[in-house]
């Protein structure tokens, strides 16, 4: 067994059969019994570039391919021994060998019959003695080519399933974390309201007994501590809330968005009311969603439409609109294209300056002062996770001064089936008609 | 009810392990002002000790109704309740489980194990005097009791 690496032939006996397998090699198995022919066709090919494996013997051969994937075999027919046409039989059974390509080399006055004999082992090519340099280059060349071209796919693909598989799992880590902190963000908001309750009943205790009777320190002390433990209940019930929307969602069914309109202007009814607020609800479609959530959604949006309202009374338009693909609205910024609503809550109150439109959807976010408007700043946090468990997305826009508009959209499916439900299975708590918002 | 009113006062039981609820309960109490008899023990099996007049309770008054909490130390407030609910000297005596758990589960355990009455502890002691006033309204003086 002969081997060079295009610095050389080596004719000394070489101590391996096996050449390096690098990217971008494609090896040559040339196979003769002379070492004349061998050493001329080492010559003619070192050009190229490639590791070139030399056998003199068909069992040299094999051992050779079991050894390497070659890009090519240069198979001289006669030979003692095992012909060039046992050794391509025998090529064909090894596991590396199976779709080699292989020329056979024959003398010109080799008959038909034995040519097409070659042909049906397998062979690709007939080279005839004596061998042009340039049909030999050329040839070879070509099944180099071909050979750095499978191997580029194979790599390609082996790349493409391996970031899948890291993408996979990826997000089914992502899913998990979401998920744990979900869970963690529940018990620790209701460990926290056990020992909140002590301090809140004693507080009030305190005040109930001694207000008046200490100094005005001590009833400002009390004062404070009070607000204190008040605004920590609320905060911890709004986060519990929050945390809920992933932990305690229901499966999602088919909803007549215009009956839960319905049971939000009667929730709503003392607020409307009391700002003389008009709704103008629009003809709203039925569709596949988590009606609790949907409930909590509309009603934290009108909650919010009435609560920040102008000098006028407020005037709230609901909407909504089917889009075949989603992808044109503002709201989607590429991604797949599905078909989905997008629904619309327009008022006409104080607006939102354009710097804070997607700050206010974060949890705890509050663009006024306490005394301002009341509220904790979570109701369009569960807005935009609520609509984010179904697959849409939320956005406002708003000027000051000029009422805010507030989309968002839910497509008709996900892959082909609806957004998973949650696995909770408890039913999902009533949500307080407590409904600050954040904007 | 009358008989109890005529003696002086009516005894309850209260199994809590919190004293910050204890004596919240004692101050509600004392608000609604009614005389009640408050007997207090911290945990399942002095409960079941006291309930049985074993030592050192064993001159100890057959409570009228028993404030049970649910988390309890040494034993759960779910297994006293079963072990009362299931003693034929106890059973009738009413239970309310005063617990700080909303949870469905534990609402049906509870009534399962054949509670009288489910409550959740309030959030503020201005409902928590509220829901006091309620229950001994209601089971002590609107109910009929053995």
Known sequence: ?????GSGPALAAADTTKVTAANGHAPILLVDD???????FYS?????????????????ALDACRENDFAVILLDVQMPGMDGFEVAGRVRETER????????????HTDQGKVSRG???GAVDYLFKPVAL?????????FIDLFLQKQALRQALVRAREAERQLTEQAAELRRSNEELEQFAYVASHDLKEPLRMVTSYVQLLARRYAGKLDADADEFIGFATEGATRMRTLIDDLLKYSRVGTRGTEFAPIDCGKVLNVISANLEVAIAESGAELRIDPLPTIIADERQFEQLFQNLLANAIKFRGESNPVVHVSARHFDDLTTTPLHNGGHSHPGWMFSVR????????????KIFLIFQRLHQRNEYPGTGIGLAVCKKIVERHGGRINVDSKPGEGATFRFTIPDKINGHPVRPNSGKEIQETCSSNHEGAA | MLEQSRRGGVEVLLVEDNPGDVRLTREALSEAHREVSLNVVNDGLDALRYLRREPPYASAPRPNLILLDLNLPKKDGREVLEEIKTDAELKEIPVVVMTTSDAQADIRRAYGLHANCYVTKPADFDAFVTLVKSLEQFWLSVARIP
């Open chain 1, 1 to 5: 067994m002969l081997e060079g690496n």
């Open chain 1, 34 to 40: 002379t070492r004349d022919n061998l050493i001329l």
């Open chain 1, 44 to 60: 003619m090919l070192k050009i190229l570039g490639q590791p070139i494996v030399m056998a003199s013997s068909g069992q040299e």
């Open chain 1, 97 to 108: 060998g199976q779709t080699t390509p292989i020329i056979f080399v024959t003398a010109l």
């Open chain 1, 119 to 121: 042909y049906s082992l």
């Open chain 1, 134 to 142: 340039e049909t030999l280059r050329a040839k070879v060349a070509a």
């Open chain 1, 347 to 358: 008022d006409n109150g104080i607006g939102i300056d354009p710097q804070f439109a997607s």
